[in-house]
């Protein structure tokens, strides 16, 4: 991000899971980073991310705290979306319905088939990037207007619909924090155009928002 | 080249279990029930922790024949205890693709001198631990994830506090010292100086800690999450409540919103009576559990 691009808030869901990894990461690669329990939580948010975790504790957590309605309103906004791991199954057309793809559970195994590989992902330059597969699912099937982004094992593990991108391993376990910066980065811009076509130059709206 | 069962593999899962509940259960139904509640994961066991203290006895691993019916009944890990120093029942339990396993002091130790070396396995593991030391031990013996030993099966949630207290108590001590006081700090630990080290660099432990032992109601779990686990074990304090699908719902809650006081109140209504519980003055020094394994 150049100087004279807007912060990013971006939240990430911490109903359960790996959420506090994704919060450091996110904050080291320069956006303001918030836990999203309630959904005032998302309220001003420039881009959500969907951590890894168990996705039927997580989807009956977004239930029963009433986040469903207000992460659904974030992506008609067209605001970035995250998912990773347990992320990229709650965002699938079967739950969230955030993005057109089904995804296979634990489609590598149970915990003892679980394993790091190197994935090259499009979109993120400067080689593969080291994925953690922590009884990681697949993208099963793919609607028209998904793209898929990276394939491990003749399987899709990394999809993308508009602002939506899906992988199913888990770049807050590692050090290289390239897949944040990009998404702080999407976020950013995604911000940056959403104040420009409301006729306000990011400069004063994020003035603005300090103040509030 | 793919690499499987590194220790970010084995952490990596204990760190996706985190903010949730793990709940003991004995059978498929009760397994069943703690996926459709919430629990992230399930601790499959013969008998749960207060009737172990009830009927006495050796405590051994659970029948492989139950452990498959639970991990054909759930989608979430299953997770299962050996008894200390039982190599063979962790082998055992490696061998049916369990997700987890708990070296546990609620079974009847078999080694009294010696731990699992953990390394030697795929499997992740969890193991309890009383104080900082103790969790060091542990996870110099290859321990993925380190949960307080509490006193399981009482229903009470007092040598829960005490375990988690000693433990962030001694890791905030460690932060205070200079690098030329931790190699004494590492002796009077009993702990390998390279973890001491780690700890007091990072502020933490290298993998998540956990509460076990003593949780019987939300507000027990909310306790515990502020006072620093990232996560509960339940044994006894919901299959042996009035209302257990209910009663697991409201300490999933609590363990979310651990925070929100209104929340865990309004989770806390009408769900029947808690486990009974055990008052620890009444419970003689050999039926305390906590003080199997070193």
């Known amino acids: ?212 | 080249m793919a690499e499987e069962a590194t220790f970010r593999v084995k952490t990596g899962l204990a760190e996706m279990l985190k903010g949730g509940v793990i709940m003991d259960v004995v059978n498929a139904d009760e397994a069943k029930i703690a996926e459709d509640s919430g629990a992230c994961a399930v601790m499959a066991l013969e008998r749960v922790p207060s009737d172990i203290r009830r009927d006495g006895g050796v405590a051994r691993m659970s029948s492989p024949r139950m452990i498959k019916e639970i991990q054909a009944s759930v989608s979430i890990p299953v997770m299962a205890k050996v008894r200390i120093g039982h190599f063979a029942e962790a082998q055992v339990l490696e061998s049916l693709n369990i997700d987890f396993i708990d070296e546990s002091e609620v079974l009847t130790p078999a080694d009294e001198s010696n731990h699992i070396d953990k390394f030697e396995f795929k499997a992740p593991f969890v193991c309890g631990a009383t104080n900082l030391g103790e969790a060091l031990r542990r996870l110099g013996e290859g321990a993925a994830m380190i949960r307080s030993k509490g006193e399981a099966g009482t229903g009470n949630i007092v040598e829960a506090v005490r375990h988690m207290r000693e433990i962030t108590k001694g890791i905030r001590h460690l932060g205070t010292l200079s690098s030329t006081e931790l190699p004494t700090a590492a002796k009077e630990l009993g702990a390998p100086l390279e973890l001491v080290r780690d700890v007091a660099t990072r502020g933490w432990l290298p993998v998540p800690l956990f509460c076990a032992g003593g949780i019987a109601t939300p507000a027990d779990a909310a306790l515990m999450m502020q006072l620093g686990a990232e996560g509960n074990f339940v044994g006894s304090g919901i299959f042996k409540s009035d209302d257990p699908a209910r009663r697991a719902k409201a300490i999933v809650e609590a363990t979310t919103h651990f925070n929100d006081p209104e929340r865990i109140a309004a989770a806390s209504e009408d769900l029947g009576e808690a486990m009974p519980g055990i008052e620890m003055s009444t419970l003689g020094e050999e039926s305390r559990l906590a003080g199997r394994g070193w």
């Open chain 1, 1 to 212: 991000m150049g100087s004279a691009a807007v912060r990013p808030k971006i939240g990430v869901l911490a109903v359960q899971g790996g959420f506090a990894t994704h919060l450091a990461h996110l904050n080291s690669a320069g956006a303001a980073a918030v836990e999203v329990r309630t959904p005032d939580d998302l309220v001003g948010l420039d881009g959500l991310i969907l951590p890894g975790g168990e996705s039927t504790t997580i989807t009956m957590g977004i239930e029963a705290a009433g986040l469903e309605e207000g992460i659904r309103e974030h992506h008609r906004e067209g605001k970035p979306v995250l998912g990773t791991c347990a992320g990229m199954i709650v965002a699938d057309r079967d739950h969230l319905g955030l993005i057109d793809i089904t995804t296979r559970r634990n489609a590598f195994g149970r915990q003892l088939a679980s394993f790091e590989d190197e994935v090259e992902v499009e979109g993120i330059d400067g080689g593969p990037v080291h994925g953690v597969f922590i009884r990681a699912p697949w993208v099963e099937t793919v609607g028209p207007g998904v793209e898929v982004l990276a394939e491990l094992r003749g399987h899709p593990v990394a999809a993308r619909q508009g602002p939506v991108t899906v992988v199913s391993f888990h770049p807050e376990l590692t050090a290289d924090d390239r897949i944040h910066r990009w998404f702080a980065g999407s976020a950013s811009a995604a911000a940056g155009n959403r104040r420009a076509g409301e006729g306000e130059e990011p400069g004063e709206q994020a003035e603005r928002r300090q103040q509030d």
